[in-house]
């Protein structure tokens, strides 16, 4: 059907993907921006072609000029990887009105899912748990209030159209879902030109745990347990992990029977990923689902033993999932440190800038999926996640002390990184012992209340989730 994939993504992503494909013998082409001359995935791949200018709308955003890309050098497939073009249902259109098999989902699938009252109905009707709230938009004050009587407090409004927590705001009494109800609709209209909420039951101290499925085009359904992503900071990701520390046999498979379910219904093709939020009772609400590989698909791969790229890759080119469920058990625990080339005491802030000197950690059972090398410039154009650290190890425990060890040994000069934030978590004694929600780093991280408020306020896109249409750069992935 194809033997020839063009990657629309730059980074380590891109290399991961251009690895699979060679494992699978299909040849590859890289796309690349001005910016990227030097980028390894551009000399590793098969074929390349420059798309234009560094700016993300000119190059790796710009659906014409991939489609081009892909014409001219007759690669019959496009892997999206994540950020960029891989939730874009119009781009996913585009492909297949070209006869270019789109590596994801139908336009159909990223378009609904995308749509997060729709996701929530297509997921209830499925019998999966969704958090209790308003039946689709909230029109008035007025309707809100009722419903948050009726329901309790707190509540929490989102914008229907939102994503990486932005349009979101937690009401604990009426007077505030009435201030918070003219900020969260002005806040949407402003970012996303559009102005609905809808009303959700508010979740406390809820872990974030994701569970990964596939599904091919025979019907059949897979899932690859959770990943629990809790450790974050202003919805960015900076630790995920699996097993989650909160997790039992029982509740994995009550998870992930409801997430197969779900992509059963829908009739979902490909490599997904469902969203819950989990509180300390273990009761779990369906969030969201990414219609992705995501970042942290790593951790995954690891703890199975399975190479979800190439999974992704042989469902789109229409072949069976080879699995058992029965055969899906965690052999590993795993652990993933986003690296990050910010400068942590300057408010996490981007600091692109040269490389000067590289030592990346190894022994068995450490991964390092990465793109840069000693002398290489990281642009200012693009994500700033450099690097992924992952591990392994039989236990939780051994899985803590190899990152800590990992990480002490990871050495990059030329930039600041996040690799010192990343030590100091992996000595905390609550992260050590698993004791942790999606508050831990607020909570246990010095930050001032003025940054928390600037936060909330902020327009920054976060690192591989779907880009809101305003959005300048690249790999937005919402958590
Ligand atoms: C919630 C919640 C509590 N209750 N919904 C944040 C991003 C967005 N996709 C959903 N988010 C949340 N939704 C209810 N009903 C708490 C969050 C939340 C969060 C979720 C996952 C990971 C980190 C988070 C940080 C703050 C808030």
Same mark, same amino acid.
């Given at each position: 059907m194809f033997d020839k994939i063009l990657i629309a993504n730059r980074g380590e992503i891109a290399l991961r993907v251009i690895r699979a494909c060679k494992e699978l013998g299909i040849k590859t082409v890289a796309v690349y921006s001005e910016a990227d001359r030097d980028a390894l995935h551009v000399r590793f791949a098969d074929e390349d072609v420059c798309i234009g200018p560094p700016q993300p709308g000119q190059s790796y955003l710009d659906t014409k000029r991939i489609i081009a890309a892909a014409e001219v050098t007759n690669a019959g497939a496009i892997h999206p990887g994540?950020?960029?073009?891989?939730?874009?249902a119009d781009f996913a259109e585009i492909c297949e009105s070209c006869g270019i098999v789109f590596i994801g989902p139908t336009a159909s699938h990223i378009r609904q899912l995308g749509d997060k009252i729709k996701a929530k109905e297509l997921m209830k009707a499925a019998g999966v748990p969704v958090t209790p709230? *308003?039946?689709?938009?909230?029109?008035s004050f007025d309707d809100a209030s009722d419903l948050a009587r009726e329901m309790g407090y707190p509540v929490m409004l989102k914008a229907v159209a939102g994503g990486g927590g932005k349009g979101m705001r937690v009401c604990r009494d009426m007077a505030e879902l009435e201030r918070g109800f003219h900020l969260a609709s002005t806040e949407a209209a402003n970012a996303f030109d559009n102005a609905d909420l809808y009303l959700e039951k508010f979740i406390l101290n809820p872990h974030h745990v994701e569970i990964q499925i596939i599904g091919d085009t025979h019907g059949n359904y897979f899932h690859f347990g959770e990943r629990?992503? *809790?450790?974050?900071r202003r919805h960015q990701k900076l630790i995920e992990e699996t097993p989650s520390p909160l997790m039992t046999d029982e509740l994995r498979e009550r998870m992930g029977s409801a997430a197969v379910e779900g992509a059963r219904q829908t009739g979902y093709r490909g490599v997904g990923t469902v969203e819950f939020l989990v509180d300390r009772e273990r009761h779990f609400y369906f969030m969201e689902m990414n219609t992705r590989i995501q970042v942290e698909h790593p951790v995954t791969e690891e703890a199975f033993e399975v190479d979800l790229i190439k999974e992704q890759i042989r469902v789109a080119l229409g072949?069976?999932?080879?699995?058992r469920q029965e055969d899906l058990k965690h052999r590993w625990a795993s652990i993933e440190c986003r690296i990050n080339a910010e400068d942590v005491e300057k408010d996490f802030r981007p600091a692109p800038g040269m490389i000067t000197a590289l030592h990346v950690p190894g022994g068995p059972g450490v991964r390092v999926d990465r793109a840069v090398y000693t002398g290489y410039a990281i642009p200012p154009y693009y994500d700033s996640m450099i690097a992924k650290l992952i591990v392994r190890a039989r236990t939780r425990e051994q899985a803590v002390v190899k990152m800590r060890n990992a990480l002490d040994e990871f050495i990059v000069e030329g930039i600041p990184t996040t690799i010192p934030f990343h030590q100091e978590i992996f000595r905390h004694p609550d992260f050590v012992a698993g004791?942790?929600?999606?508050?831990f780093i607020d909570a246990k991280f010095k930050q001032t209340r003025a940054d928390r408020v600037d936060a909330e306020s902020e327009s920054k896109t976060p690192s591989?989730?779907?880009?809101?249409?305003?959005?300048?750069?690249?790999k937005t992935e919402d958590n």
């Open positions: 994540y950020g960029f073009l891989a939730e874009n709230g *308003s039946e689709g938009v909230v029109a629990d992503c *809790s450790i974050q072949e069976k999932v080879n699995l004791e942790y929600d999606i508050g591989d989730a779907p880009a809101p249409a305003t959005a300048v750069s690249d």
